[in-house]
Antibody, heavy 120, light 106 residues
Framework: EVQLVESGGGLVQPGGSLRLSCETSGFTFSDHYFDWVRQAPGKGLEWVGRARNKAHSYTTEYAASMKGRFTISRDDSKNSLYLQMNSLKTEDTAVYYC???????????WGQGTLVTVSS | SYELTQPVSVSVALGQTARITCGGDNIGGRNVHWYQQMPGQAPVLVMYRDKIRPSGIPERFSGSNSGNTATLTISRAQAGDEADYYCQVWDSSAAVFGGGTKLTVL
């Protein structure tokens, strides 16, 4: 069974940092790309970024509004994906989902999400 | 940047057909994917490459894409289909989501 489990969310002050983790199981992690997608309270889905696999040189892509503040990394030996978030703003408050990238670049499996609250 | 436009809400009578649209400039030339999100849950992929259903998605769900509009069609709508639906495309090395449509089954 494919599983993705996010952790690391919580309350952080504006300007602070947080690192989210996504532990996976049930498939060959190293074969896949992964996305982070977020959802502010009561709002729609917003793509954060993508991490490609070794075959594509572990390259990453980011949404323009997050480039330079957020960094996606992965550890194939731990079947895990990470999202380092710096210089956090109140508008970064959201549930953050990790998702496996499947057919045609879709997010075919999602974690349950972890809530990040940026507030003083 | 590329934008996707969805109606905020769509209502359908129980057992009837719901159509959720996703508008974008020449969207017919792109692969469109659709996600269903139940309240308090993570999204689920229900359609990809315009009209392909992932395993486990009922045949009542179908998709089309032409010109400036992609459409997710749900036939014989059930109460369990009530959810938010999002379209998505890939543009210039970034994924773009539509604003989402809340489907209400009356």
């Amino acid at each position: 069974e494919v599983q993705l489990v996010e952790s690391g969310g919580g309350l952080v002050q504006p300007g602070g940092s947080l690192r989210l983790s996504c532990e996976t199981s049930g498939f060959t992690f190293s074969d896949h790309y992964f996305d982070w997608v977020r959802q502010a309270p009561g709002k729609g889905l917003e793509w954060v970024g993508r991490a490609r696999n070794k075959a594509h040189s572990y390259t990453t892509e980011y949404a323009a509004s997050m480039k330079g503040r957020f960094t996606i990394s992965r550890d194939d030996s731990k079947n895990s994906l990470y999202l380092q978030m710096n210089s956090l703003k109140t508008e970064d408050t959201a549930v953050y989902y990790c998702a496996r990238v499947g057919e045609a670049g879709t997010c075919d499996f999602w974690g349950q999400g972890t809530l990040v609250t940026v507030s003083s | 940047s590329y934008e996707l436009t969805q109606p905020v809400s769509v209502s359908v009578a129980l057992g009837q057909t719901a159509r959720i649209t996703c508008g974008g400039d020449n969207i017919g030339g792109r692969n469109v994917h659709w996600y269903q999100q139940m309240p308090g849950q993570a999204p689920v992929l229900v359609m990809y490459r315009d009209k392909i259903r992932p395993s486990g998605i009922p045949e009542r769900f179908s998709g089309s894409n032409s010109g400036n509009t992609a459409t997710l069609t749900i036939s014989r709508a059930q109460a369990g289909d009530e959810a938010d639906y999002y379209c998505q495309v890939w543009d210039s090395s970034a994924a773009v989501f539509g604003g989402g449509t809340k489907l209400t089954v009356l």
